[in-house]
């Protein structure tokens, strides 16, 4: 299957190429982007003209959950506390499996729609999960989120270490990583051991990290430390890992971070609405931090629109900051692209636009008051955008949306 | 002209009426809502079905600077002060008349694609924009900026009496009132004329205020005051006011400025996107100060958009006080539309869906991955709908947009 792209205006992200490119072509072979160059004239099974529009990788939301599209917007008026007990942990007891693949074809299908291409997602019932993947084609980082607070740790291992077995090698699209809960649902006894599986099978590991000043005082309790970086330090090595929120970071916390091989899942906007608070994100950039942007679940984060999370990333910084001149639009396009790609350590597959990579692509429609005039086109794309505004979204190759019709 | 839409979820905003109700039908007689009722059944020229759809008052967007869509995402990498020195006051000055007409053009037609019906501007060469509100039938607040600071103060407060003069019960959709630029632009022997020119016709006044630290100190310094809102209780007298932004202020302020009789025009992404800061929304609203919404001029607010404004104002009180329980988003919708409306003193005839107002109504699609599943409708509107959702807005009884397609 040949698919060659016209006239694009393209932001491939690669930094050995232009910033923004006028007029290209581009010709995908299968699921790999085969040749990108001016006037490509060769034979293709489907021809897409991207004039007036602009072409840039599929995005990377790097924190979700995927099933909970259906805890959409259940939680105003209520605090954390109130609506975890008695909104979802009661209603996530009674979830059927046919509910987590309805729930999570709605995310995926949501997902396309705003332009995502690749989603890390921590949840539970992951089968039902994955069938929704494999339906939707969309490229998954999936686990089975592991926590010993029940009392059933070991059994989740076990059933973790059963799927990484099951799909070594298999899933072109899907890829098993590891996921422990949050050090406040991991005991010191557990959390060596989730940390164990994914070296064992060098996969990536993910955590909920200081989410909130609560969360904060129970580390330092629970694991006797004065910062919670120090439980880091101690334990991951040199996993590749993905610490989601990280609202409430010391400077010491900082400090022992960037020596590790760790990546900050940014999700501003289940931040807020949560009322955790603004992370500290032009400073861990400052640091060298690695920093990718994610949506968190619906229920806290109302959408999987990762140009919303965008557009929140760059204001909240310039504002809490007062600088005006902090994290220009092109910084905040990588951080959703080639930055989401690095946290799960993909980037020589996925995350920009370049010849032997993934064809993960998307194209954008900017006839649209709000987006027009363009002064800037990498503020239109952070500012002006909307996921809903994505025309035509191609995952390995697939065309998985075209004209804003969702075709899978 | 009779209009009659069917089976509306409506969102009402009427104290009388329920907070949303199913199924209802709306009849509006030339620019009248006429009737709200189960199962209308009378002849109307035109039948609109809103089945599916929420139908609410259209958005009233408290400030803005309306020929600015042409500097929509300019300010990238600049801070406040050379954005404005090197960027838009070289560009100001070459703007002829015709400039000024089709960026307002651009402006309200992106204002009727997000729903917003009425729109209050503080720029100049106000004829060109008066020529493009004319011609789309949008509802206008406007004003000749008024400012000494470039010695001409004189012969701007003569401009804008004489149209003052010229559109006393001329127009239905546009009035206008008095815009002083700032404390900091108009000296101390210059703002009380501006004020008297308000008291003296009985029109609404406003001003920027205490948009960021800078200001607040020149304002300290100039008028030779501990605390900006001294000049404001000195000279306003019981004129009703719009302070647009009123980031930077003390408790003092406050307790100064609640005795008044002003509104705040509260534009987030505008003082985050300069680095202002993020006003005191939530203590505003507990000290009982009317707040409405604001976009300020796409140069800093990106968009006309105010379904972003309500979005960002909800999150940002929640995440800066930590407390999700804060500013549920029935409120935000009141401060989008009749608290609006209070604002520039036409809360009996705009910002409500009731018999006897204007008909300025939006109807919004909500078929859409992003919006779908609603567990709740305000939070669905507040959090997930964007202004692109909009599917129909009628503006003083005319239908300026219908099916996502701008008539004017």
């Given at each position: 299957m040949k698919i060659l792209i016209k006239h694009c205006n393209l932001i491939s992200v690669e930094p050995d190429r232009e910033l923004y490119e006028k007029d290209i072509d581009i010709l995908i072979e299968n699921d790999i982007i085969k040749k990108i160059d001016k006037n490509i004239n060769e034979d293709a099974d489907k021809i897409i003209d991207a004039i007036n529009k602009v072409v840039m990788p599929g995005l990377i939301n790097t924190h979700a959950h995927i099933p909970m599209s259906i805890f959409k917007e259940n939680l105003d008026g209520y605090s954390l506390q109130e609506w975890l007990t008695q909104k979802i942990w009661p209603a996530e007891e009674k979830l059927t499996d046919e509910d987590i693949y309805k729930a999570s074809m709605m995310s995926f299908r949501e997902m396309i729609r705003t332009g995502t291409t690749t989603i890390v997602d921590m949840y539970f019932m992951q089968n039902n999960i994955i069938k929704a993947a494999e339906e939707?084609?969309?490229?998954?980082?999936?686990?089975?989120?592991?926590?010993?607070?029940?009392?059933?740790?070991?059994?989740?291992?076990?059933?973790?270490?059963?799927?990484?077995?099951?799909?070594?090698?298999?899933?072109?699209?899907?890829?098993?990583n590891v996921g422990a809960h949050a050090l406040y649902t991991c005991s010191e006894s557990y959390l060596p051991k989730t940390i164990e599986l994914a070296k064992k099978y060098n996969l990536n590991f993910q955590i909920h990290f200081c989410e909130n000043t609560q969360e904060v005082e129970d580390i330092k309790k629970d694991y006797n430390v004065k910062n919670p970086a120090e439980v880091l330090e101690k334990y991951l090595g040199s996993t590749n890992s993905i610490l989601a929120h990280a609202v409430k970071l010391t400077d010491t916390d900082i400090e022992k971070m960037k020596k590790l091989n760790i990546s900050i899942s940014h999700c501003p906007i289940s931040n807020l609405k949560l009322g955790c608070g603004i992370a500290r994100i032009s400073k861990l950039l400052d640091e060298g931090i690695n920093v990718s942007l994610g949506t968190d679940g619906q229920g806290s984060g109302s959408s999987l629109d990762l140009f919303e999370v965008m557009k929140f990333t760059a204001l909240l910084q310039k504002g809490i900051n007062e600088n005006p001149k902090l994290l220009p639009a092109y910084e905040i396009i990588k951080m959703a692209t080639i930055n989401g790609a690095k946290a799960i350590r993909k980037e020589q597959k996925i995350g920009s636009i370049k010849e032997g990579k993934k064809a993960d692509i998307i194209i954008i429609d900017m006839e649209n008051p709000v987006i027009m005039p363009i002064n800037d086109i990498f503020s239109a794309i952070v500012y002006n955008v909307k996921g809903t505004d994505v025309d035509t979204s191609i995952i390995n190759g697939k065309i998985v949306m075209e004209n804003k019709k969702i075709k899978v």
């Open positions: 939707t084609n969309v490229r998954l980082e999936l686990t089975r989120t592991l926590m010993d607070s029940d009392g059933n740790g070991d059994k989740k291992l076990e059933e973790l270490e059963n799927l990484i077995k099951e799909f070594q090698g298999k899933e072109e699209n899907i890829t098993i």
